[in-house]
């Protein structure tokens, strides 16, 4: 499974942007997609996740009402919107990708991060 990531950049906090991943290959029997973030000299820490089947959604406690993701199956797609952005959210945001959802922790298939900045 490929996963390719996009939709990152600059803005200023209060704006908002959207990250695509799209998934290519072997995506039969994937259970699951999300987004992980890094930010510098720390660790990366989950942010949201989605389950491709029912829709069923997780997100962390620092983004819960900000961000949305969601998926678009017929294009292996999936999205994270990010509404009201503040500068802690700066990071390196990665797509991920698992086929059970005891993979979580440490999904098999990663995207290449994309950069999110977000200034004050």
């Known amino acids: 499974v490929q996963l390719q990531a996009s939709g990152g950049g600059l803005v200023q906090a209060g704006g908002s942007l959207r990250l695509s991943c799209a998934a290519s290959g072997r995506t039969f029997g994937i259970y699951g997609m999300g987004w992980f973030r890094q930010a510098p000299g720390k660790e990366r820490e989950v942010v949201a996740r989605?389950?491709?089947?029912?829709?069923?959604?997780y997100y962390a406690d620092s983004v819960k009402g900000r961000f949305t993701i969601s998926r678009d199956n017929a294009k292996n797609t999936v999205y994270l919107q990010m509404n009201s952005l503040k500068p802690e959210d700066t990071a390196v945001y990665y797509c991920?990708?698992?086929?059970?959802?005891?993979?979580?922790?440490?999904?098999?298939?990663w995207g290449q991060g994309t950069l999110v900045t977000v200034s004050s």
């Open positions: 989605i389950v491709l089947s029912t829709g069923g959604t």
């Open positions: 991920a990708a698992v086929r059970t959802s005891s993979n979580w922790r440490l999904p098999s298939y």
